[in-house]
C-alpha cells in the first residue's frame, strides 16, 4: 500500500506541474478535432519555413571549395574515407586526430562514395545536416515552451499557442540563419558539429518527452541515452548533455523537489558515459600533442580568457560583425588581465549574481538560460587548452540555444497577440513582426557575406591575417600554403619569409618554402629548406616524401631512395611513399623490387590510376608484357579520358609486334587530345610499321 500510495502522490505532483498541461482545446466540442489539425498545421508551416528560410540563405556554401585547414586531414587526404573495407573501418572505429569520432568519419566516407572530392556533395552533406539541426531546434524550443506552463492565457504575460510557435519559430531562424554558425555549418573538417548537433538535439527532445510524461515510458529515456551515445560519437562536445537535464528538471519541469534521488539515479548511465568519453578525449588529445600546457598557456590567462569568452560570445550573438575563422592567442603570459578580461569576469559574477538574487521562483527561466548557456559552453572555454585559437565561431553552435530561445519567447509575448484573429494585430505587433522580419534579413546578409569567405583557403587566411596581421604563426603559414596551391608562388614565398622571421624555428614554413622554392625549379634552395624542416620534425613522412622529389629532380638517385625509404618507415601506411620508392627502385634498375614497391602502395589505394600505370611500366620495363598490358587497361578505365594511358598501351602493344591494336590506342589518344605531339608521333611510327608513309 505504501508504494502504491506513493506512486500516486508522484502522478498528483506531475499532474500538478505547469509544465504537464491539460489540451488546450475541448475534446467534446465539436470543432475540438479541426482546432487540433489546424495548430498542427501551423506548427509545421512555420518548422518548415524556418528550414526553408535557412537552406536558401546557406545554398551558396555550395559553391565553396575545400580549405587547407584540416579539410586534407578529415577527406582530401583521407585515404580512409575511400573504403567501406575492414581496414578502413577499424581506422574509423580508433580515436584518429585528437577525437573518438567513427559516427563522423562515417559520414565523411559516404560523401566519398557519392561525389569523390566533389566538394559540392561534401557540402551539401553539411547543408542538410543544419537543415536537420533547425528543424529539432524549433520542437525542442516548443516543447520547452509548453513544459514552462507558459501556454495558459489566464497568467500575465504568458505565450499562448500562437505565440509559443512564433518564439520556436524564431529561435529555430537565428539558430539557421545566424553568422556564427557559417563556421560548422561552411567548413567541411567542421562536419563532426553539425552531426554532434542532430544527436544532441535528438537526445533533448527525447529526453523531455520521458520526463514530461506521467506514465515515464523508459523507451524514451531509452532512446535519450542511445542518441547521447551517438552525439559523442560524433564530437565530445555533447558531454554536458546530462547536465543540461538536470537544469530542465529544475526549470520547466520541477522534477527536482522530493525526487533529487531519482533524478541523478536515471541519469547514473549518462554520466559514466560522459566519463568515459572525457577520459578518451583527454588521452587522444593530449596523443596528437593537442592540448597546450600551462608553460605555454598560463592558468591566469586561461580563467581570464574563459570569462572573456563568455561575454564575447554572448555580444558576437547580439552583434554578428567582424567575425574571424580563427582568433589567436596572442601573448598569454602578459595578457590574462588586460582590461576587457577583468571587464568581462566583472559582468559573469554579476549576471550570476544577479540570477541567484532573482532569477528564482517565477523567473526561474532566467537562471535556467544562464546556466544552460554556461554548462553547454563550459568544454570549450579553454581551461584545458586545445588548440591555439582563444575563441572560435564554432563553438557557439550548441551554447547559442538558450540565449537564442530566451530571446524568442520575450519577443513573442511582447509582439504577438493572444489569438491568431488578425484583428488581434495592431501597430505593436505589426512593428514588431516587421523588425523581426529586419532582424532575420540582416542576419541572413551578413551570413551570405560569411559563407565568402569560406569560398577557399585563400579568402580564409587572406581575411584572417587582415584581422590579425603578424600574429598567428598558422594564419601565415596557412596563407602560404594557399598561395602555392593556387600557383601564386612568388606570394607564397613572401608569406613564408615573413612567418620564418618573426617566429621560433618551425618545420612547417620551411617544408612550404622548399616546396615553393621547387616550383620556382630552384631545387638547390628547396633541397636546403626541406633538409631544415626534417632536422626540426624528423617523424614527418611528409617531408621525406617532398625531399624525395627534390632529390629526383636533381638527379641524385641514391638520396632519393633513401628519403623514400625513410618516409615509409616513419609511415608504413603512406601509399605515394611506396610508390615514390618503386619509382627510385625502376631508376636504379631493381624491377622486382619496384613491382613490390607499387604492389604495396596499390594494396593501401587499391585501384589508383598513378599507382597502376607506375606497375605496368615496371613490367613493360622488365619485359613482362602480357601483365603491363592487362594493368594499362585497367588503368584506362579507370581514367578512360587521359591519353597518356592511351600512349602507354599503344607502346606496349607496338612492344609486342601488335600493330593494328597499337594504332587504335594511338588514335583514341589523338581524339583525346588533338595536339598531342607524341600521340601523333606514335600513330606515325605505327603506320610506318605497317608500310603505310
Request: glycine share 6%; hydrophobic share 50%.
Amino acid at each position: 500500500m505504501g508504494k502504491a500510495s506513493r506512486k500516486k502522490r508522484e502522478r498528483a505532483r506531475d499532474r500538478e506541474r505547469p509544465g504537464i498541461k491539460e489540451p488546450l482545446t475541448d475534446p467534446g466540442a465539436p470543432d475540438a478535432g479541426g482546432q487540433r489539425r489546424a495548430a498542427r498545421r501551423l506548427v509545421w508551416t512555420a518548422a518548415l519555413l524556418a528550414v526553408a528560410v535557412t537552406l536558401t540563405v546557406l545554398l551558396p556554401v555550395l559553391g565553396n571549395g575545400f580549405v587547407n585547414w584540416d579539410d586534407p586531414l578529415y577527406t582530401v587526404e583521407n585515404r580512409h574515407i575511400r573504403s567501406f573495407a575492414w581496414p578502413s573501418i577499424r581506422w574509423m572505429l580508433g580515436t584518429q586526430g585528437g577525437y573518438w569520432m567513427p559516427v563522423t568519419w562515417l559520414t565523411h566516407a559516404l560523401d566519398y562514395h557519392l561525389g569523390r572530392l566533389d566538394a559540392r556533395i561534401h557540402h551539401a552533406t553539411s547543408l542538410v545536416f543544419h537543415g536537420l539541426n533547425t528543424l529539432l531546434v524549433f520542437f525542442v524550443s516548443l516543447e520547452i515552451l509548453r513544459l514552462a506552463g507558459m501556454a495558459s492565457p489566464s497568467t500575465p504575460g504568458s505565450l499562448t499557442p500562437l505565440r509559443e510557435t512564433g518564439a520556436a519559430t524564431l529561435t529555430a531562424l537565428l539558430f539557421g540563419v545566424h553568422p556564427l554558425h557559417v563556421e560548422t555549418a561552411a567548413w567541411i573538417a567542421e562536419r563532426k558539429g553539425v552531426v554532434c548537433a542532430l544527436f544532441f538535439l535528438l537526445s533533448l527532445r527525447a529526453y523531455l518527452r520521458y520526463a514530461s510524461s506521467p506514465a515515464r515510458k523508459l523507451g524514451w529515456l531509452v532512446a535519450g541515452f542511445l542518441f547521447f551515445v551517438l552525439a559523442l560519437l560524433s564530437k565530445p562536445m555533447a558531454i554536458t548533455l546530462p547536465l543540461l537535464f538536470l537544469i530542465l528538471d529544475w526549470w520547466p519541469l520541477g522534477r527536482l523537489r522530493g525526487n533529487l534521488a531519482r533524478a541523478f539515479g536515471e541519469k547514473a548511465p549518462f554520466f559514466v558515459v560522459a566519463a568515459v568519453f572525457a577520459l578518451i578525449t583527454v588521452r587522444a588529445q593530449t596523443g596528437v600533442q593537442a592540448v597546450i600546457s600551462v608553460d605555454v598557456v598560463p592558468l591566469a590567462f586561461r580563467v581570464m580568457n574563459a570569462f572573456h569568452s563568455i561575454v564575447f560570445y554572448l555580444w558576437r550573438m547580439l552583434v554578428p560583425v567582424s567575425l574571424v575563422p580563427f582568433y589567436p592567442i596572442v601573448h598569454p603570459e602578459t595578457s590574462a588581465w588586460t582590461p576587457p578580461n577583468v571587464v568581462a569576469a566583472l559582468l559573469v559574477l554579476l549576471v550570476s549574481i544577479a540570477c541567484l538574487r532573482y532569477g528564482l521562483g517565477e523567473r526561474a527561466y532566467l537562471s535556467a538560460a544562464w546556466l544552460g548557456y554556461l554548462v553547454v559552453l563550459a568544454p570549450v572555454l579553454g581551461i584545458v587548452q586545445v588548440g591555439s585559437q582563444a575563441a572560435a565561431d564554432r563553438y557557439t553552435y550548441f551554447a547559442s540555444l538558450s540565449p537564442f530561445l530566451l530571446f524568442s519567447a520575450g519577443v513573442a509575448a511582447f509582439a504577438l497577440p493572444t489569438t491568431a484573429d488578425a484583428r488581434a494585430f495592431g501597430l505593436r505587433q505589426w512593428s514588431a513582426l516587421g523588425l523581426c522580419g529586419v532582424l532575420v534579413a540582416g542576419l541572413a546578409y551578413l551570413t551570405v557575406g560569411q559563407i565568402a569567405i569560406w569560398k577557399d583557403s585563400t579568402t580564409v587566411w587572406e581575411h584572417v591575417t587582415r584581422a590579425y596581421p603578424q600574429t598567428s604563426l598558422i594564419a601565415h603559414t596557412n596563407l602560404a600554403n594557399a598561395y602555392r596551391e593556387a600557383g601564386r608562388v612568388d606570394e607564397a614565398l613572401r608569406e613564408y619569409d615573413r612567418v620564418l622571421a618573426v617566429t621560433r624555428p618551425h618545420a612547417v614554413p620551411h617544408e612550404g618554402k622548399g616546396m615553393a622554392l621547387l616550383d620556382k625549379g630552384r631545387v638547390d634552395e628547396a633541397i636546403v629548406e626541406l633538409e631544415k624542416a626534417i632536422s626540426l620534425n624528423p617523424r614527418s613522412a611528409k617531408t621525406y616524401r617532398h625531399l624525395w622529389l627534390a632529390y629526383d629532380r636533381k638527379g641524385l638517385a641514391a638520396e632519393a631512395q633513401a628519403a623514400a625509404q625513410t618516409a615509409v618507415a616513419v609511415d608504413p601506411e603512406f601509399a605515394e611513399a611506396y610508390s615514390n620508392l618503386g619509382i627510385s627502385y625502376g631508376r636504379r634498375g631493381r624491377f622486382e623490387d619496384s613491382e613490390r614497391a607499387f604492389a604495396q602502395a596499390l594494396a593501401l589505394e587499391p585501384g589508383n590510376p598513378q599507382y597502376l600505370a607506375n606497375l605496368a611500366t615496371t613490367y613493360q620495363r622488365a619485359g613482362k608484357l602480357d601483365e603491363a598490358i592487362d594493368l594499362y587497361r585497367k588503368t584506362r578505365a579507370l581514367d578512360p579520358r587521359a591519353p597518356v594511358h592511351a600512349i602507354n598501351l599503344g607502346n606496349t602493344y607496338l612492344q609486342k609486334g601488335m600493330v593494328l591494336e597499337a594504332i587504335a590506342e594511338f588514335q583514341r589518344a589523338v581524339e583525346l587530345q588533338p595536339t598531342n605531339a607524341v600521340a601523333q608521333q606514335k600513330l606515325a611510327e605505327a603506320y610506318a610499321r605497317l608500310g603505310n608513309r
